[in-house]
């Protein structure tokens, strides 16, 4: 179809009679118009463009003029900030500048000791790695200073912040690790090869800890090779390792290589075929033994219990963790110093446990007057009350107290526990406790009675009979609150 000339409004355009239209467009907005798209138009004397030619041209040359300006300034401070920063760069040290000058790809010029001394600060707070991996891939300088041996003492390899074939870890061992005191390998697919575990032995003499938590595919008789070659080791660490890591044979050379210098040991989350001869062992072999972790542990002949040995034999004892572990208990012997540096106690157990019992607690933290965390969840098994020995504990400055589905909801002394330990106590689990009437809510009331200020930070009542007008108590008082389980609480108010 034929394109007919139209002006504004479909109105065929005449030249002869021009039509004069405006949209009163506001002052500095310029309406466009597609006038000169036309085919047809032909400006001339008295016409719009003539018109406008005195008004809105001129304010349009004007905008013009005004933006080609600002362009121009634009550029100009554009530039000037470019020879600024020239300037800055080409600048003395010995000028100030108030402003904190961009990084160009260089990094400053300062003494080798002096860089050196910042890598060691940021490795003795975060460890090796991936600090010094990544710090060796800026420039020459930092790479020749993060392959120091003296920086790579604390090196903790679990994330995969390297990812080493038996090449690469032999020339890091080799290279870099002949100082390394601490080692963290937990979960390392490279500890799966007998290489990866002669790569340790060959070159890290000097460790004094070893991480080797979730290696459950070691090879045979790595862990005595570890042992045999690392003659320093103080801390071990083989949770959820293989039935060999943790076989008779394996922790009795432990204790037995390790001797004196053994501080620490982790057997945690394994099948032990006969727990008491390793106890036996560690009681005649590591006299500075402090930590002793045996929780969740599975065995075939039961564990036998002689706490007054135990407390002769290793008197330095500060955290034991037996968890989930049922056993025997020897008679009572008189003559114990019980555990004096005793700091963490932990006994929990999902299902009874009969150990756990009265005499039992009352004889392992015997002097223990350092005492900062008791863990006795799930103890339901004496008739005399587990939790009713508390009160009689010599320590006096208590943090964490853990009493989820134990015999607390029996027991009448429970307002006196908590006003005994209300001063310092900074964690409490009272959960799943079905309360015998008002008990809950007079032993926290005669808390919250305290003249100076609570530490709690973490309350659990879940599934407790605690009321609203104790909760609101309890909140008022406890300021430094930062947790709180109120779920399945029957007796609050809904909503």
């Known amino acids: 179809m ?89 600048r003395p040290n010995n000028t100030r500048d108030h402003d904190h000058p961009a990084f160009h790809g260089e990094v400053p010029s300062l003494p080798t000791e002096i860089w050196e001394k910042i890598f060691k600060i940021i490795v003795q707070k975060d460890g090796a790695l991936p600090f010094l991996e990544r710090a060796s891939k800026v420039c020459k300088l930092w790479k020749d200073i993060s392959v120091q041996p003296h920086l790579w003492e604390k090196v903790d390899m679990s994330f995969g912040w390297m990812n080493l074939n038996e090449t690469a870890l032999r020339s890091i061992c080799a290279s870099r690790l002949g100082l390394c005191k601490e080692l963290n390998v937990s979960g390392c697919k490279f500890m799966n090869h007998p ?47 293989t039935v060999d890591a943790v076989s008779q044979q394996t922790s009795c050379n432990i204790a037995e290589k390790c001797g004196a210098n053994l501080r620490k040991i982790v057997i945690s989350e394994n099948f032990a075929k006969n727990l008491s001869k ?78 756990v019992t009265s005499d039992f607690v009352q004889r392992f933290v015997k002097n223990a007057t350092k005492l900062r965390l008791i863990d006795l969840r799930g103890c339901i098994s004496d008739t005399v009350g587990v939790v009713t020995t508390l009160k009689d504990i010599e320590a006096s400055n208590v943090e964490q107290l853990y009493l989820a589905r134990s015999q607390v909801a029996s027991c009448s002394v429970l307002d006196d526990i908590l006003c005994k330990w209300r001063h310092s106590l900074t964690h409490l689990d009272l959960s799943w406790n079905n309360f015998v009437r008002d008990t809950l809510d007079v032993a926290l009331n005669q808390m919250c009675d305290y003249d100076g200020d609570l530490k709690i930070i973490q309350l659990n009542l879940a599934g407790t009979n605690v009321h609203m007008d104790i909760l609101k108590k309890v909140l008022r008082k406890m300021t430094k609150l930062e947790q709180l389980d109120l779920s399945s609480c029957r007796d609050l108010d809904r909503g």
């Open 2 to 90: 034929p394109k007919y000339p139209k002006g504004i409004l479909g109105v065929r355009k005449d030249p002869k009679n021009q039509i004069l239209f405006s949209f009163s467009a506001r002052q500095g907005d310029e309406w466009p118009s597609d006038d000169d798209d036309d085919s047809d138009y032909r400006p001339g004397n008295g016409s719009d463009s003539d018109y406008e030619g005195t008004s809105t041209s001129k304010q349009s040359q004007k905008r013009k003029i005004k933006h080609t300006k600002t362009k121009r300034s634009t550029k100009k401070k554009v530039k000037q900030d470019n020879d600024k920063c020239t300037d800055k760069r080409t």
């Open 195 to 241: 290489w990866g575990v002669q790569a340790i032995t060959d070159n890290c003499h000097n460790l004094r800890a070893i991480n080797l938590s979730n290696c459950k595919k070691l090879p045979t008789g790595s862990v005595d090779n570890i042992v045999s070659s690392c003659k320093l080791l103080q801390d071990i660490d083989l949770s959820s390792t």
């Open 278 to 355: 390793f106890l036996t062992k560690l009681m005649e072999h590591c006299p500075n033994l402090e930590h002793l972790d045996m929780s969740n542990v599975k065995w075939q002949s039961g564990l036998l219990y002689d706490i007054e040995l135990f407390q002769r034999k290793c008197p330095k004892l500060k955290r034991f963790f037996s968890s989930n572990n049922a056993g025997r208990v020897q008679a009572t012997q008189q003559d114990s110093p019980g555990f004096p540096n005793l700091e963490e106690l932990s006994l929990a157990t999902i299902e009874s446990n009969r150990i």
